[in-house]
């Protein structure tokens, strides 16, 4: 299984980016996708995660402001980020797990983002 994550970039806080994860190769079709982020100085931290049936999880620092979905048919994740804020930037890395026994955790390369003050 491969992650390939887009969509960071450089923005001023208060504005808005969209994060992409596309997954390819033989997927289960029960999972969780989702992202974590992992700013310098700081341990990785998840963000945001939604299974296979929708259901969805969010950091307390991102509720209201960040919005997770995603496309089953193309094995795509997205995340929403508005009202971006300084202490948002990290790298941003995607992930998929299987929700069988063993759980296989899959990673994307990462994406950076940015927020200027």
């Known amino acids: 299984v491969q992650l390939q994550a887009s969509g960071g970039g450089l923005v001023q806080a208060g504005e808005s980016l969209r994060l992409s994860c596309a997954a390819s190769?033989?997927?289960?079709?029960?999972?969780?996708m989702g992202w974590y982020r992992q700013a310098p100085g700081n341990q990785r931290e998840l963000v945001a995660r939604i299974t296979s049936g929708g259901s969805t999880n969010y950091a307390d620092s991102v509720k209201d402001r960040f919005t997770i979905s995603r496309d089953n048919a193309k094995n795509t994740v997205y995340l929403q980020m508005n009202s971006l804020r300084s202490e948002d930037t990290a790298v941003y890395y995607c992930?998929?797990?299987?929700?069988?026994?063993?759980?296989?955790?899959?990673w994307g390369q990462g994406t950076l983002v940015t927020v200027s003050s």
């Open positions: 992930f998929l797990e299987t929700a069988v026994i063993p759980r296989q955790t899959y």
């Open positions: 190769g033989s997927i289960f079709r029960l999972n969780i």
